[in-house]
């Protein structure tokens, strides 16, 4: 990897494990942890291939997957993929650094009908990183395609930047909501869910 993500500078040792543990807690407790992926399967068609971006522990492929999509999940930490391969039978996760995306190397050449970046993947990034990650995911999805990011407002990548580096990689804005539901996008929501479309010609 070129540069390391803030989520290896910018958190404690042992952050993965937690991060792996918690989630395992919540899924145990019951907690809904599909939003995302409910969205994601509202906008593309029946068993869509779809690229989780920055995967985590895997729950957003794996609710994707149950919803009958062909699914491959990507993050740059080890940890995280280890805990995805072990919960989420199904979805094929991988573990590469999204600066650099290239899913053909790693076998996985056919492109994607859509592409989704939940749990603040882009504010984990590595600084300065955002457009280059932007444009390796969206060289992944087929024209006329989705990118879909979402993210806290309040930790230093403001959605003007995520406008200007989307349209820098020939992204094309469509929607933004201020939550997975779908609320309506507000100036001063911490949160904003932006439906990208790679335009088709």
Not at 30 to 47: F, H, K, T, Y
Not at 84 to 89: E, G, T, V
Not at 165 to 184: C, I, N, Q, S
Request: glycine residues 8%.
């Amino acid at each position: 990897m070129a540069k390391p993500t803030r989520w290896v500078t910018d958190t404690k040792p042992g952050h993965s494990q937690w991060y792996v543990d918690r989630f395992r807690q919540l899924a145990a407790e019951g907690a809904d942890l599909s939003g995302e992926a409910r969205l994601l399967d509202a906008l593309v068609p029946p068993g869509a291939r779809v690229l989780d971006a920055g995967c985590g522990t895997g729950r957003v492929a794996a609710a994707l997957a149950a919803r009958g999509h062909d699914v491959v999940g990507v993050d740059a930490d080890p940890t995280l993929v280890e805990a995805a391969r072990a919960d989420h039978p199904g979805p094929r996760f991988l573990v590469a650094d999204l600066a650099e995306l290239d899913l053909a190397a790693q076998g996985e050449a056919e492109p994607f009908d859509a592409a989704v970046l939940a749990g603040n993947v882009m504010v984990f990034v590595a600084p300065g990183t955002e457009r280059d990650v932007l444009a390796r995911v969206a060289a992944h999805v087929r024209p006329d395609g989705l990118v879909v990011v979402g993210f806290a407002t309040d930790r230093g990548y403001p959605v003007a930047d995520l406008d200007a580096d989307a349209v820098a990689t020939g992204l094309r804005p469509e929607h933004r909501f201020a939550t997975w539901d779908l609320r309506p996008w507000r100036d001063d929501a911490d949160f904003a869910v932006t439906v990208l479309r790679r335009p088709a010609g």
